[in-house]
């Protein structure tokens, strides 16, 4: 087989849902190899930190990397990797490239700062960040860019997120037909902020194999409940605080933006303060506003009125204040950042919400206080609070597609040879795949996991390959 085509072999580093990381070996007739990865993501879930200080390849063997996302759980440990000597190019779309500086300065911040209360190495350095943003490559959106002689790289805008990217990989050989690999990184058919542009005839004719999501692949879009609004209002006429957690880039702007449409609608008073707090997140906001990154010009006045942005000082005030008000902090897990300030103070409050946006992973605080009941103790940060608060979590804000959105994506395709389900909780992707099974014209579906190679080619799955990890 190795003398007539080339083949790939796939495999993903992550069993769940962060820690996004996909390999890829490529072998030609002539005996060639080629390496390359797809996103290098630090894992938040606590059983599987341990993975953050391994990689499953020799860094220094890598050809290139592509980015889907500027997410931590997909860009966190880039700068590890060129620790481990990694040198060549890392390419992104142009308004990744625009926010990974920032993006990785804080994730740097954090991991120091966490290090030193283990009394630990940390993973990586100021330095290595550097080195990394030196060998951005930006990519424009519908652009095809020759990689290297046997590799061209094409990235789609994707609804997940400002600056998000499907990534289509073509490998060629002479005489052979071409391997196309398309990559979701984390999906979404929709963005508020800016318009998702339909996957390009010539994409949708291919014979693909598709690399694809499964975050929410076990719950469809009608399952979502709508109670946000509704959350606040309760809250705020009882006369509480609402916390709401939120992640820095995307989800931050969202809530925002839907607290400035609910105070147009008559929804909110104009007289309730709104406060945001959180260094990345206010740097982020800001560069929607000045430098507009992808979102549509109207969009930019997203703002509400009454509203503060938080430092320290501002902070204390807050926490020693019972009147009623919207305090939107980071992070959006609850386990950095502001949030671990907000938190203890506000979950005594039987009167307070603290209200949760987005996924919170195993191991986070945002998951620790699902799990609590009412009444009983938890422990934040080294203190010990009582819940007492309301405690919600939504994802009608979700960046992630849901099942049935997944499929329709995936129903677009007219020649699937085969889709490697990955980025999700491992009974998440197990119901997912077959669910693709079921409704997607494709010849076979894969669960991507840490125990098995997908060896593929152009006629889509040869084979799986058991394979031991360092």
């Not at 290098?40 to 592509?66: H, K, T, V």
């Not at 880039?249 to 929804?267: F, H, P, S, V, W």
Request: a negative charge; charged letters at 25%.
């Amino acid at each position: 087989m190795g003398r007539n085509r080339s083949y790939a072999d796939i495999m993903s580093f992550h069993e769940g849902v962060t820690g996004s990381l996909n390999f890829v070996v490529v072998k030609f007739p002539d005996g060639k190899t080629m390496r390359f990865g797809v996103d290098c993501g630090l894992f938040q879930e606590r059983e599987y930190d341990d993975y953050n200080s391994m990689l499953p390849f020799n860094a220094e063997d890598i050809d290139f990397c592509l980015v889907t996302h500027v997410h931590v759980d997909h860009i966190g440990r880039l700068p590890f990797m060129v620790q481990k000597g990694f040198s060549k190019n890392i390419y992104a779309s142009e308004t990744t490239c625009k926010l990974l500086p920032i993006a990785l300065g804080d994730s740097f911040k954090v991991l120091s700062s966490v290090s030193k209360r283990k009394h630990v190495k940390c993973l990586y350095s100021e330095d290595d960040v550097d080195k990394t943003l030196s060998l951005l490559k930006p990519c424009k959106y519908g652009e095809t860019i020759q990689v290297n002689e046997n590799t061209k790289v094409t990235f789609l805008n994707n609804g997940h997120l400002v600056g998000a990217s499907l990534i289509l990989v073509q490998i060629s050989y002479p005489e052979c037909e071409d391997i196309n690999l398309l990559f979701t990184g984390d999906y979404n058919n929709k963005n508020m902020y800016f318009d998702v542009n339909p996957i390009p005839e010539w994409i949708l004719d291919l014979p693909l194999t598709i690399i694809q999501e499964s975050t929410y692949g076990d719950m469809d879009s009608s399952e979502i409940h709508e109670c946000f609004k509704s959350n606040i209002h309760e809250c705020l006429d009882s006369g509480g605080t609402v916390v709401t957690l939120v992640f820095s880039l995307g989800r931050a702007q969202e809530i925002l933006y839907t607290l400035k449409n609910m105070q147009d609608l008559k929804e909110l008073s104009t007289q309730i303060p709104i406060y945001f707090d959180g260094k990345l997140g206010i740097k982020y906001t800001n560069l929607y506003i000045e430098d507009g990154l992808d979102i549509k010009p109207e969009m930019r006045d997203f703002l509400p009125q009454n509203l503060t942005f938080v430092d320290k000082t501002i902070r204390n005030e807050l926490l020693e204040d019972y009147n009623k008000k919207i305090i939107v902090t980071t992070s959006g897990m609850g386990s950095y950042g502001p949030a671990q300030t907000y938190i203890p103070r506000y979950i005594t409050r039987d009167n307070a919400l603290i209200h949760f946006t987005g996924y919170t992973a195993e191991g986070t605080l945002g998951n620790r206080l699902k799990e609590t009941v009412v009444g009983e103790s938890v422990e934040i940060g080294g203190l010990v609070a009582r819940k007492r608060a309301k405690v919600e979590y939504t994802t009608e804000y979700s960046a992630h597609a849901k099942a049935d959105e997944m499929i329709e994506f995936l129903q677009q395709f007219k020649n699937l040879k085969l889709v490697l389900v990955n980025h999700g909780e491992p009974n998440t992707k197990k119901v997912f795949a077959e669910r693709i099974s079921d409704e997607v014209k494709t010849k076979q579906v894969g669960i991507l996991g840490r125990n098995y190679f997908f060896r593929v080619d152009t006629y889509g799955l040869v084979k799986t390959l058991s394979t031991k990890f360092k």
